[in-house]
């Protein structure tokens, strides 16, 4: 599967950003979708994840501010990231974890919110 994302930017403090991940290949294989996110000096953090069946899971930092969903038709996952923080400031990477276990990493889109 490849994966390629895009959305990032920058935005103001309060402001809002919706990232994209477009998977094409063999799309049936992927269990999960998640979007992490790393910040310079600190370690790859899970944002948001999506499974096949619906169930998400967001980290304690951006529950009620970012949204994952996808677009089946469009084999697309995206993250609405709302009432942007200096500290959402990182590089955002797309996930996917295939029914097998292994997983493949897009490439990252940044993400800079500052005034």
């Known amino acids: 599967v490849q994966l390629q994302a895009s959305g990032g930017g920058l935005v103001q403090p309060g402001g809002s950003l919706r990232l994209s991940c477009a998977a094409s290949?063999?799309?049936?294989?992927?269990?999960?979708v998640g979007w992490y996110r790393q910040a310079p000096g600190t370690k790859r953090e899970l944002v948001a994840s999506i499974t096949t069946g619906g169930s998400t899971n967001y980290a304690d930092s951006v529950k009620g501010r970012f949204t994952i969903s996808r677009d089946n038709a469009k084999n697309t996952v995206y993250l609405r990231m709302n009432s942007l923080k200096p500290e959402d400031t990182a590089v955002y990477y797309c996930?996917?974890?295939?029914?097998?276990?292994?997983?493949?990493w897009g490439q990252g889109t940044q993400v800079t919110v500052s005034s």
């Open positions: 290949g063999s799309i049936f294989s992927i269990k999960i």
């Open positions: 996930n996917v974890v295939y029914f097998g276990g292994e997983s493949s």
